[in-house]
């Protein structure tokens, strides 16, 4: 069975300035396409990218907690105030925008082969669509290279740097392991 959302245009087209970008280079780049493609209606049903974005998502805060967790001056003091400022830095509507924008992944909206909604003059719904490409785009990272792909595609995004300091000083796996078992 064909996917007709990828009939009209190569996924090595769409996904090869991305790659350059991400420094991942997809071995499987149906996810990758299909990341990207979803610009082409946001208003329909069931688009394949909406699953992609919410593994993007939910693993980009998998990764950033356990960065903010094991900084090295992390002694669990830091306010939820601090963890919602860099959440909202790193994975806010605007920050995810602006790194598509940095992907070039803006360029799908302003092809008409990808994107039919022809009047852009709706900026939320143009921020919208690109922060749900890159979550989408990095779900498809994580299901592309697994864990530690995905780790190093966060770090070369810079997503362990913040102004409150460096995040991802030691992440080591996916497996964490503490030197002291936890009181219960």
Not at 16 to 34: P, S, W
Not at 106 to 120: H, I, Q, V, Y
Not at 138 to 162: I, R, S, T, W
Request: with cysteine; net charge negative; aromatic share 10%.
């Amino acid at each position: 069975m064909t996917d007709p959302m990828l009939d009209s245009v190569s996924p090595d087209d769409i996904t090869e300035t991305a790659q350059q970008k991400l420094g991942y280079t997809f071995m499987n780049k149906a996810n990758a396409f299909r990341a990207i493609k979803h610009a082409k209606n946001p208003f329909g049903p069931g688009f394949v990218n909406d699953s992609l974005a919410v593994i993007g998502s939910v693993k980009m805060a998998n990764v950033l907690c356990n960065w903010w967790s094991l900084r090295p001056d992390f002694y669990g003091q830091e306010s939820a105030a601090e963890w919602t400022m860099v959440t909202h830095d790193k994975l806010g509507l605007t920050a995810l925008a602006n790194l598509a924008r940095s992907l070039s992944l803006d360029s799908c909206l302003r092809n008409p082969k990808m994107f039919t909604f022809a009047d852009l003059r709706f900026p939320l719904m143009v921020e919208k669509t690109l922060a749900n490409m890159t979550k989408a785009i990095m779900g498809a990272v994580f299901l592309d290279g697994a864990e530690e792909a995905f780790v190093g595609v966060m770090k070369k995004l810079q997503f362990d740097q913040h102004e409150s300091g460096y995040l991802g000083a030691l992440y080591p796996t996916s497996v964490i392991k503490t030197e002291e078992p936890y009181i219960t």
